[in-house]
Every structure is written in structure tokens, then in C-alpha cells.
């Protein structure tokens, strides 16, 4: 660099006659130019995607009743314990996973929360929390969010127990689930116990 002052050079001269500068007002990045729209390929990926996931989501989409906006939500499918519940409520089973639903579209909540729940079900996981949000009025979107996840909590069979969650966790606006122990889960827990005995 040096030298290219000392001796006067330019630019220009140092690259040679065929480097044309930029004309004027081209200096920038054209920001005003429309993205290309997808090719048909990737639009029939897009749709068999979106084909696939919904034709095997059987959460309801139908009207949901909306839920007192300041009242706390629970479930307790038949057969489990009040002590579970109560554990479950009292934050006693740290989450394994989060979803956050916050915003959403309704429809894109329903799909999240599906392959959510189908994910934890396959790594064989059991304690979830789900924070969708919590609105001041009945009839706020956090709040209808929040109703549709409590009634589709329940239309998994793997669900055992919600409750809303404590105050560190998001209070109302966020649900600890707790999901019935896997088939591979006991049988571990079986051989662990064998184990021990033996």
C-alpha cells in the first residue's frame, strides 16, 4: 500500500484496463427486487407436508368453550393418583421439554402441539411444559390458546395429568403435562428392578 502511494498510482491503474467501475447509483443492493416465488417442486413438498401432518392430527379444531382467563386449569385422567396432580401442580416434576405457543396462529398451535406431544411419546419423555400465554379478557388470544390446549390435552391417551404451572415456570400461562410411562420405559424400570434384586 505504501509503495502505491509513493509512486501515485490509482486503482485503476493497478488493475488494468478491463475493471470498470460501478455506475453511479449501483453501489447498493437492490432490496426492492420481490423474492422469486417457490418452484413447483418445493411447493408440492410444502403440501404433502402439511397433507401428511394434519391428515394424521386427530386434535379437534371445532369450537372450544373459553376458560375463566384467570383461572388455573387441571386434568386427572381416571385411575391416577391426587398425589400425582398435586406434585404436578407444585412444579415437582421438572419439565423434560418446552413448547412455546406465544402468538400463534390457532391452527399453527394445533400443529405444534400434535408433533410436540408425538415427539416426547417417541424419546420416551414424561414431563412437558406448554406455555401458551394468558390474556386479560375471556375472549383474548392467549386465552383461546389456552382453551384449545387444555381441550386438547385431554384427546391424547398418553396424557395422564395438566395443571398449570407455578409462577417461575409462566403461572396461567404455561401447562405442566405429565404423559403415562412408555411400554420401553418399564421394561427398563422392570430390569433395573431385577437387577437389584438379584
Not at 117 to 130: E, N, P, T
Amino acid at each position: 500500500m505504501n509503495q502505491c502511494l509513493e509512486q501515485n498510482l490509482d486503482f485503476g491503474s493497478l488493475m488494468g484496463n478491463d475493471v470498470k467501475p460501478l455506475s453511479k447509483g449501483r453501489d447498493k443492493a437492490d432490496i426492492t427486487a420481490t423474492p422469486r416465488s417457490p418452484s413447483e417442486a418445493q411447493l408440492a413438498r410444502r403440501a404433502s407436508a402439511e397433507e401428511e401432518t394434519s391428515s394424521s392430527n386427530f386434535l379437534s379444531d371445532e369450537f372450544v368453550d373459553l376458560l375463566p382467563e384467570h383461572d388455573p386449569i387441571e386434568f386427572r385422567r381416571n385411575g391416577i393418583q391426587t398425589g400425582v396432580l398435586d406434585r404436578l401442580r407444585q412444579g415437582g416434576y421438572p419439565p423434560e421439554a418446552r413448547l412455546h405457543l406465544l402468538k400463534q396462529p390457532v391452527r399453527t398451535c394445533r400443529s405444534e402441539l400434535f408433533s410436540f406431544i408425538q415427539d416426547a411419546i417417541a424419546h420416551d419423555l414424561r414431563s412437558l411444559l406448554v406455555v401458551h400465554g394468558r390474556g386479560k379478557a375471556v375472549d383474548s388470544h392467549a386465552n383461546v390458546v389456552r382453551s384449545y390446549v387444555a381441550k386438547w390435552l385431554m384427546q391424547f391417551e398418553e396424557v395422564q395429568a395438566y395443571a398449570s404451572a407455578q409462577p417461575a415456570h409462566g403461572g396461567i400461562g404455561a401447562t405442566y403435562v405429565m404423559l403415562r410411562k412408555s411400554e420401553r420405559a418399564r421394561a427398563r424400570n422392570r430390569e433395573v428392578q431385577q437387577k437389584r434384586r438379584g
